[in-house]
Nanobody
């Protein structure tokens, strides 16, 4: 399963960025897809969405980030960005829903990662 990511960039604090992940494999099946970020040794679930319509956000991004899915495309709209949003962002996916789709999950399939840097 291939997850093709794009959208990583450098942005100033307060700015916006949109990440994109494309995969044709998670359209007509039960799925969990999400964005996870790695900063140093720390891995954090940012936002996840499943095919039942459940969406979860990390407290640190709730109200600023929006996850959405349109067919085979997953997006993360990031607004009011902060320096602590800096990290490598990975699109992840799996054929699970419900309990198995959470911010703490380690999903089966990963994209190549996109570096997001928030700084002046």
């Amino acid at each position: 399963v291939h997850l093709a990511e794009s959208g990583g960039d450098s942005v100033q604090p307060g700015g916006s960025l949109t990440l994109h992940c494309a995969s044709s494999k998670f359209t007509y099946v039960r799925y969990c897809m999400g964005w996870f970020r790695q900063a140093g040794l720390q891995r954090e679930g940012v936002a996840v969405i499943d095919s039942d319509g459940e969406i979860f956000y990390a407290p640190s991004v709730r109200g600023r980030f929006t996850i959405s899915k349109d067919g085979g495309h997953l997006y993360l709209q990031m607004d009011s960005m902060k320096s602590e949003d800096t990290g490598m962002y990975y699109c992840e996916a799996d054929y699970v829903t419900g309990y198995w789709c959470s911010l703490g999950a380690r999903l089966e399939y990963w994209g190549q990662g996109n570096q997001v840097t928030v700084s002046t």
